[in-house]
């Protein structure tokens, strides 16, 4: 049973430009969320995703924006880079019914 | 605003030597506590949850508690292969079972031999 499956694992970007990371969820889970994890730190939440539909967000500017498919999959998007969005990306994925998050291994993001 | 400290940031131990981390919480209305377990460049490994005062969990050397205002996670005799960070984690949602985690800053334990 394949848990939260990330890519890319690594990425490394030029100041301004935009990026897509991509999330396929444990199989079986409805729901993905995406958190921002920087040195050091507490992973912090980014937004929630289901039925396609984007549900919860949290303190993130708008150049933050995500996607879910029709397959549970989703994408999260950021434009204008900025050198302090260099950080671990987290996805984390549940059932809506139920209760309990499966983490992926992150893609880390590399803002030059 | 709801919040999640832990302490201490980092905990070092030489093998066997028995210590707990600390999780303190502020929250409008706790709907679950969750501990996990980093290793560096990975994402985090669950633990346990722990939804009200008094419950306890237990996991090899791990065991978990909670009160009103804090949980504890205990290592009994550790090992080397324990050496992680160890996050912390409340989920607060007034109508549903999947609403966002806020995450502690994490303590980064390392178990000498």
């Known amino acids: 049973d394949a848990g939260v499956t990330q890519s890319p694992t690594h990425l490394i970007k030029t100041r301004g430009q935009q990026v897509t990371l991509r999330c396929s969820p444990k199989s079986g889970h409805d729901t993905v969320s995406w958190y921002q994890q920087a040195l050091g730190q507490g992973p912090q939440f980014i937004f929630q995703?289901?039925?396609?539909?984007?549900?919860q967000r949290g303190n993130f500017p708008d150049r933050f924006s995500g996607h879910q498919f029709p397959n549970y999959s989703s994408e999260l998007n950021v434009n204008a880079l900025l050198l302090g969005d260099s950080a671990l990306y987290l996805c984390?994925?549940?059932?809506?019914?139920?209760?309990?998050?499966?983490f992926g291994s992150g893609t880390r993001l590399t803002v030059v | 605003e709801d919040q999640v400290t832990q302490s201490p940031e980092a905990l070092r131990l030489q093998e066997g030597e028995s210590s707990s981390l600390n999780c303190s919480y502020t929250v409008s209305g706790l709907r679950g506590l969750f501990w996990y377990r980093q290793d560096p460049g990975k994402g985090p490994e669950f633990l346990f949850t722990?939804?009200?005062a008094g419950e306890e969990k237990e996991k090899e050397r791990l065991k978990a508690t909670l009160t009103k205002k804090e949980s504890f996670l205990h290592i009994t005799a550790p090992k080397p292969e324990d050496s992680a960070t160890y996050l912390c984690?409340?989920?607060?949602?007034?109508?549903?079972?999947?609403?966002?985690?806020?995450f502690g800053q994490g303590t980064t334990l390392q178990v000498k031999p």
């Open positions: 722990l939804y009200s």
């Open positions: 984690a409340v989920q607060v949602s007034p109508s549903s079972n999947t609403g966002k985690l806020i």
């Open positions: 995703y289901y039925e396609e539909e984007e549900r």
């Open positions: 984390a994925s549940s059932l809506v019914t139920g209760v309990g998050y499966t």
